[in-house]
């Protein structure tokens, strides 16, 4: 999405020049945004009257469960122009993104657990939504074991790729059916997590900062990571050029 | 400190753990830049002595 | 094609095994779960769709690097892909040839095995049924992951991490169509979904399969 | 003209080992390629196979004319020399195994297993696989490893008889055959300044 309309900065170089420039900035900006969301949502917001602090929680829950589902779509978009442009920075984002994005599935799922605890009164329930994430978790984790696991990078790439997209279809069908499975076994989810539908003022804008936060710190660490992924296959093709003398 | 009331004890773990994962994913990112940056440093050099 | 198929069924006679390995997983998996949950009747009956559901999974797992891994090894995989058949045939005729030699099997001792659980007797048809329309689904997955991992030195553990989430929601709707059906209710609604499923990854999963085998070969 | 590879340059795990190679096979032409182990021969016929992309140049041959003999023989330790014959001929779609088990001397073998074959009778096996696909290109990667005299007269008659009769053959070899043939010598064609073509864009 976010290079379609900006081939050329699919070139190395000018990846690097770019991100050189805007990275802090972006850095900068994420902390604040974090920060402030944060300490906006835990210190100066009231109690939910239904489900007093724990209503705190939203201000991680929700921008990481969204943050964590993006972050596979922003790594499907990556991996569809890896194959159809082959532009390295693309296949290089799609697997620097891909540890950030466990990273948000796992706070998503402690939040969720954390949250559903005394409400459910048990640490784990097999609500919908929450298995839905385990599900995603376990795909972040094929999908990372096996760019570790090719020694080509070139091959690593396009396999990840194939397997990103073949893993979205399949993701997105587990999502209906866990849903299609829950309800035939409970009646419904006791707990459902759509605050976002009624949500009062009160809590919305500390919550619209706070996803902000985490938007920011994505785009930053992405960046970064595939600032490194760069210089690794940089360094890796130096290495290459001095065996071969 | 806010009032958290009877669930304290998972408000606080919900934000402990959450910003232990934040921060724990930006240090790797951080220290993996570091030390490939290191590398690849070393790398150039040999490179433009050699 | 037809010939590729026969090949690999006579290998998998020849090298023993073939048929053989996979039931008797199935078998001890089986046996397992009443000694770690207890032989309350009531209790087995009631959880037996979900067992004999994640033991053919396992089952077909087991057998799965071996779809190309030898023809790999051997050189065979570089001889098929310069062949004139099309690599995605090639990838449905061993898929199919490993449905045939542990899939098929599977569904046919399922009910001996729900008897061990105390299925429900109206759940027998829904399980062979659901078994019978959703291991080939099984089977071309696991062919898809196994055309993945092909190269790699250790691609069996890799293999089953790649292959199971793959597996849920074909595990969710089988499952589901036995209990419903061992309890008197209609089962035909998650049938139908998994036989969709099952028929979407045999048109489309071929494609991919034969994408990563291309590109393990270069 | 059956193959002409035009400028090719190919690549082994990302890093180039060949460049601007050209040359042309005509009905009847051998031709040889030698060269020090590692020079990128099996490269070159893998990518002339198809099997993977040449990072520059052209290859250009009719679809279906270049039959491959790779390092391994492809043969299936359980099934017997004819089956792994039958098979082949089957998935190339052509008629009988007599002449090719004929060609190699495998007629006394037909029905032993392949698993119990020495290894010059199982090279002679994969090399019978060459005639069952009727293609007109042979391209060959070391067909002569473990054959004894006697084997590698056997297969320079089969390639003789093969361009005899209109075919072509590109052998990878160190030892002589006793063809006429020309001879390409791909050291000549190592990719110099080997840039990691797959990676220059980081460079």
């Known amino acids: 999405m976010k290079r379609m309309s900006l081939w050329e900065y699919a070139n190395p170089k000018k990846f690097m020049a770019t991100t050189n420039v805007v990275l802090p900035w972006i850095s900068v900006l994420a902390a604040i945004c974090l920060v402030v969301g944060l300490v906006w949502g835990f210190f100066f917001t009231p109690d939910d009257f239904r489900q007093g602090s724990t209503v705190k929680i939203i201000y991680l829950h929700v921008p990481s469960a969204l943050m964590a589902i993006n972050a596979w779509l922003m790594m499907l978009v990556a991996s569809l122009i890896w194959l159809v442009r082959r532009h390295h920075v693309s296949a290089l984002a799609a697997r620097a993104a891909a540890p ?62 194939v397997l990103c997209i073949v893993g979205s279809v399949f993701a997105l069908l587990s999502r209906y059916a866990v849903n299609f499975w829950n309800q035939g076994l409970h009646q419904g989810a006791t707990l459902s997590m759509d605050k976002e539908e009624n949500i009062a003022d009160i809590f919305w804008y500390p919550l619209l900062v706070a996803i902000a936060g985490f938007v920011l710190l994505f785009v930053a660490l992405v960046l970064m990571r595939t600032r ?18 | 400190m806010p009032e958290l009331g009877k669930y304290a004890v998972w408000v606080l773990s919900a934000y402990g753990v959450s910003l232990a994962l ?24 040999r490179r433009g002595n050699g | ?74 050189g065979s995989l570089d001889l098929l892909a310069t062949a004139p058949v099309p690599l995605e045939g090639v990838v449905m005729m061993k898929a199919l040839a490993h449905w045939v030699t542990t899939g ?49 030195k250790r691609g069996g553990l890799l293999l089953s991490l790649l292959v199971l989430p793959l597996y849920v929601p074909t595990l969710i709707f089988g499952a589901e169509a036995v209990s419903r059906g061992a309890s008197g209710q209609a089962a035909t609604t998650p049938l139908i979904l998994m036989a969709a499923i099952t028929l979407g990854t045999l048109a489309l999963l071929p494609f991919a399969a034969a994408a990563a085998l291309r590109i393990n070969l270069r | 003209m059956l193959l002409r590879v035009h400028d090719l340059s190919c690549a082994r795990g990302g890093v180039p080992v060949l460049e601007r190679l050209s040359f042309e096979l005509s009905p009847g032409d051998v031709l040889v390629l030698r060269g020090p182990n590692g020079s990128g021969k099996t490269t070159l016929l893998r990518t002339i196979a198809g099997l993977q992309p040449p990072i520059a140049g052209r290859i250009e041959a009719e679809d279906g004319a270049v039959a491959y003999g790779a390092h391994a ?46 290894a010059g009778q199982k090279r002679r096996l994969g090399l019978a696989r060459l005639l069952v696909t009727g293609r007109p290109v042979w391209a060959l990667d ?62």
């Open chain 3, 1 to 74: 094609m037809i010939r590729l198929f026969s090949r690999d069924l006579t290998l998998a006679v020849r090298a023993g095994g073939g048929f053989g390995l996979g039931l008797a997983f199935f078998l001890i998996v089986t046996v397992l779960v009443p000694f770690g949950v207890g032989a309350d009747t009531a209790q087995l009956g009631r959880i037996a769709p979900g067992i004999l559901w994640v033991g053919a999974l396992l089952a077909c797992l087991l057998s799965l690097d071996r779809i190309f891994q030898l023809d790999f090894e051997d």
């Open chain 4, 73 to 118: 023989d492809g043969l299936k330790a359980t099934l017997s020399v004819a089956e792994n014959l039958r098979f082949w001929a089957g998935v190339y779609g052509t008629g009988g195994i007599d002449a090719a088990l004929a060609a190699f001397d495998l007629v006394q073998l037909q029905d032993r297993q392949a698993q119990n074959l020495s």
């Open chain 2, 22 to 45: 934040i921060v724990a994913i930006v240090l790797q990112t951080v220290l993996r830049a570091r030390r490939v940056r290191e590398r690849l440093d070393k790398a150039e050099a």
């Open chain 1, 100 to 161: 950030v994005g466990i990273t948000f599935t796992l706070i998503a799922l402690f939040t969720g657990a954390v949250w559903g605890q005394p409400m459910w009164g048990t640490w784990w329930a097999w609500d919908p939504r929450l298995t839905s994430f385990l599900i995603l978790f376990l795909f972040y984790l094929g999908y990372v074991a096996l760019w570790e696991a090719v020694e080509n990078p070139d091959t690593a790439a396009d396999l990840t790729s």
């Open chain 4, 142 to 203: 070391e067909p002569t490893v473990s054959l004894d005299v006697a084997s590698v007269g056997l297969f320079a008659d089969a390639v003789r008889a093969h361009v005899a009769g209109g075919g072509a053959a590109l052998i990878a070899t160190h030892i002589d055959l006793g063809l006429e043939s020309r001879v390409l010598d791909v050291s000549a064609h190592r990719a110099v300044a080997p840039v990691d073509a797959l990676d220059e864009a980081f460079l």
């Open chain 3, 104 to 152: 098929l099997p599977l569904t046919l001792a399922a009910p001996v095995l729900g008897l061990l659980l105390n299925l429900a007797p109206a759940g027998y048809g829904w399980l062979v049924l659901s078994l019978a329309l959703g291991t080939p689904a099984l089977s071309m997955i696991g062919a898809f992951g196994a055309a993945l991992t092909v190269g790699l």
């Open chain 1, 228 to 245: 490194t992924e760069i210089r690794a296959r940089r360094l890796h093709a130096l290495q290459m050029r001095e065996r071969m003398g």
